[in-house]
């Protein structure tokens, strides 16, 4: 039987991660979603999110390998633009340079009026 009020002792403690584990997070960040990071650590999404709240390195650890993640991919996108690709030079403009690709507008066809005369005498 538990002693004293609720919420005082009882209960799992909280899940604090290492050291270790924060560098490990940092290096799943980069291909992962913090639910599947969640999944790797054996935890849920929601438990995630408040070690996040209790040790703000957790958070900044997890931003700070999406970042060098973008900004790797990034740079690789603008060398093969550099490169000649195609491809890669569309992207880019669309994502960074805001280009978007305009829908022509339908073309207006006139209507016809067309009467046939079925008691032609001809």
Request: glycine share 10%.
């Amino acid at each position: 039987m538990k002693i004293g009020n609720q919420g005082d002792g009882g209960g799992r403690p909280p899940v604090v991660l290492t050291d270790a584990q924060i560098i490990e997070l940092q290096a799943l960040a980069a291909v992962l979603n913090k639910t599947q990071v969640a999944d790797y650590f054996g935890i849920t999404e929601k438990t995630l999110r408040e070690i996040e709240k209790r040790q703000p390195e957790v958070s900044t650890a997890y931003k700070r390998g999406k970042v060098k993640q973008v900004a790797s991919m990034g740079s690789n996108l603008v060398q093969l633009a550099k490169q000649g690709n195609v491809s890669a030079n569309i992207f880019y403009l669309k994502t960074q340079g805001g280009w978007k690709e305009e829908q022509p507008e339908p073309l207006e066809i006139p209507q016809l009026n067309i009467i046939v005369n079925s008691d032609a005498s001809d």
